[in-house]
Nanobody, 113 residues
Framework: QVQLVESGGGLVQAGGSLRLSCAASGRTFNIYRLDWYRQAPGKEREFVAGIRSTAGSTDYADSVKGRFTVSRDNAKNTVNLQMNNLKPEDTAIYYC??????WGQGTQVTVSS
């Protein structure tokens, strides 16, 4: 089992920045991929960004390319999401996911216009 705990959400004005973190615990040696997803009110959960634990390769949703950066710290078993130039449409609950299987409880990000 893997446990994931997100932190760093909050309220920010459009154009501002936030940094989300996700701490993994449990059987972390099995984690090969960590992803961020988000779910806005009335919408389906969508992929935001992801990173492979070993190779470090990343990929992003088109809507966040150039604004968001995903990174990992394997020693601390954390994955971070630096979000810059935030837009109101980025407002959502952001979730951390490990191996397409385990989910965190989510952290709220609200961007005001």
């Amino acid at each position: 089992q893997v446990q994931l705990v997100e932190s760093g959400g909050g309220l920010v004005q459009a154009g501002g920045s936030l940094r989300l973190s996700c701490a993994a615990s449990g059987r972390t040696f099995n984690i090969y991929r960590l992803d961020w997803y988000r779910q806005a009110p009335g919408k389906e959960r969508e992929f935001v960004a992801g990173i492979r634990s070993t190779a470090g390769s990343t990929d992003y949703a088109d809507s966040v390319k150039g604004r968001f950066t995903v990174s990992r710290d394997n020693a601390k078993n954390t994955v971070n999401l630096q979000m810059n130039n935030l837009k109101p449409e980025d407002t959502a609950i952001y979730y951390c996911n490990a191996n397409y299987d385990y989910w965190g409880q989510g952290t709220q990000v609200t961007v005001s216009s």
